[in-house]
């Protein structure tokens, strides 16, 4: 029996937000099911009083004195945008979207 | 030519010429800085068409930086050990000015407004950077060709892959286009590709490089480090750019080990006292015979040399694949969520009607290729509730539990040893279908990585006429070691071969 189904796999691009087509679906589905029955081994592992390593240098927070500083030119930076208008990013509608 | 320390027999051809001979040359006036970056700029044109090495190559850019490494020199204020020489940036390094794709149709054209710190240090190190090289898109995988633009062909056989992620470097530098490039290691990208194209590659203990400026794959896991054709070029690399940033939190407040002192003292291919540990996991099942056998011939060597060489073993090794393969969907499926079509790169399907959401799909579909969408959908999965403690939790615990294997071998070993890959280069084809069958490639590099610990590839042989690399491990800010250990194989090697590996490499 399949780890993940097809429907799974089509919620998770959703999530994702990757517009993925059937064919690709179909494709990926099969896919992400042996990937996930291989990566599952590590369920094998008796490690319930392990603790998780979440970055292998223990860390703490890192502050700079938070002082005014040069910052990244912003018409250079917008200059590499998909769109810009008026000295800013120019998005695609965001109300209404569940409409 | 002459010699410029009356020692050394130097090659005429300049692109021959390893890293710190072409330094050496340049300080002594033998020959310009330009002329360097001119012969190496000629080689890319003559060869890259089969290789594919470059995604964009900065002539002018390269040529105006070599005049200017000339003029110091001339004024008399050379910059250091590498001023002059050339190197290729992996594309996955942001350089401001030059176009930085890595490997994604999503940010094709993007010329960004920053250097990273890592070429920041090269430009400051008087480095001549020839170019981008190509790499697996958002560096996920083990051969290239997850390249939007297509893959690069390993020199020595263009059929076969030169691994990957940092297939791009390794090609460039083992086919003469360039004596040093950048690469980045996020489960074995360094090593894997050094390792099937005969050259040296480093990993650096992680924090050990800055990553401000890499476009981000799996954040507790990548560092960039060097790629070159000798231990000690490595090494000059590696000091290059190594070394604290304020702009990278992950950044060790340290110094930078001795690297290139112990690359030296390596030369001396004299190991007494050394303490080595063979890792029983990383061999058996899956490993080509003829790699196994060059590795117990190096291992032989390592004790010809002086080392003590004893087994050990680290049994979770053996889930540093599945750990791997949650862990780094899931950083990345985090990280790549700042392609959003609004800020850089691409965007498909913005008509006006169409709201921000279904912009952002679409752009990411068209942007994305496979291997990259199958990364994100596979992160989302292990991250999301309900998921979360049985996949990307569970992972996070056998990290653990490789961290403490590696302690465990470290209690009396000074370094650890391995195959670099459990097979010489496979065909271009063979595995892109597959997806398990492409990260088995990387089944040697991964505890490395998930523990943050140096790990290097040196050349250590052949099988079937293709180059196999041995992996050095060591501690944590350790990272002189794997040179020492490196630059003595490279000695006992040259000491047995008579010539470098590399040039058993048929001509392109």
Known sequence: MATISREEVAHLARLARLAVTDEELDVFAGQLDVILGAVARVGEVAAEDIPPTSHAVPLTNVLRADELRDCLDRDAVLAAAPAAEDGRFRVPRILDEEA | ?508
Request: proline content about 7%; glycine content about 10%.
């Open chain 2, 1 to 508: 030519m002459g010699t410029p320390n009356g020692s050394e027999v130097m090659p005429t051809d300049l692109t021959r010429l390893t890293a710190a001979q072409s330094a050496a040359v340049i300080a002594a006036g033998q020959a310009s800085a330009v002329e360097v970056t001119r012969a190496h700029l000629d080689r890319i044109d003559a060869v890259d068409g089969r290789v594919h090495a470059f995604l964009h190559v900065d002539a002018d850019g390269a040529l105006a930086q070599a005049r200017a490494a000339d003029e110091r020199r001339a004024a008399g204020r050379a910059l250091g050990p590498l001023d002059g020489v050339p190197l290729a940036q992996k594309d996955v390094v942001v350089t401001r000015g030059m176009p930085t794709t890595c490997g994604s149709k999503i940010l094709a054209g993007w010329v960004p407004p920053y250097d990273a710190t890592v070429q920041a240090r090269i430009r400051a190190a008087g480095v001549v950077t020839l170019g981008k090289s190509n790499m697996d898109e958002f560096a996920m995988g083990s051969s290239t060709e997850n390249s939007a633009f297509g893959p690069s062909h390993n020199p020595w056989d263009t059929d076969r892959v030169p691994g990957g992620s940092s297939g791009g470097s390794a090609a460039a530098v083992a086919s003469y286009q360039a004596p040093l490039a950048i690469g980045t290691d996020t489960g074995g990208s360094i090593r894997q590709p050094a390792a099937v194209c005969g050259l040296v590659g480093h990993k650096p203990t992680y924090g050990g490089v800055s990553r401000y400026g890499l476009i981000a794959f799996s954040s507790s896991l990548d560092q960039a480090g060097p790629l070159a054709r000798t231990v000690l070029d490595a090494a000059l690399l590696h000091a290059a750019v190594a070394g604290h940033d304020p702009m990278d939190s992950t950044s060790i407040d340290a110094p930078v080990p001795p690297v290139v002192a112990a690359a030296r003292d390596g030369g001396s291919a004299d190991l007494a006292g050394l303490r080595v540990g063979v890792v029983r996991e990383l061999g058996g099942e899956g490993y080509q015979p003829g790699v196994v056998a060059v590795f117990r011939a190096t291992v032989a060597l390592l004790e010809r040399m002086g080392a003590s060489v004893r087994e050990v073993s680290c049994p979770h090794f053996d889930y540093a694949l599945p750990a791997y393969y949650l862990i780094a969907p899931s950083e990345c499926s985090s990280n790549l969520a700042r392609f959003d079509a609004v800020r850089y790169g691409l965007r498909v399907g913005d008509d006006g009607v169409r709201g921000l959401e279904e912009v952002m799909s679409l752009t990411r579909d068209a942007g994305f290729g496979p291997e990259v969408k199958r990364r994100v959908m596979l992160g989302t999965y292990a991250l999301s509730s309900g998921y979360y403690d049985a996949y990307y939790g569970q992972a996070q615990k056998v990290r653990t539990l490789i961290s403490r294997d590696f302690a465990a071998a470290f209690a009396d070993t000074d370094v650890l040893v391995s195959p670099s890959t459990p097979t010489v280069a496979f065909p271009l084809g063979e595995r892109v279908d597959d997806p398990m069958a492409m990260y088995v490639a990387d089944l040697c590099t991964l505890p490395a990585s998930l523990a943050g610990l140096p790990a290097i590839s040196v050349p250590c042989g052949l099988s079937e006429g293709l180059p196999v690399g041995l992996q050095v491990m060591a501690p944590a800010l350790a990272d002189d070691r794997c040179y020492r250990v490196a630059a003595a194989v490279e000695a006992g090697l040259m000491r047995d071969r008579g010539r470098p590996l590399l040039a058993e490499a048929p001509a392109l």
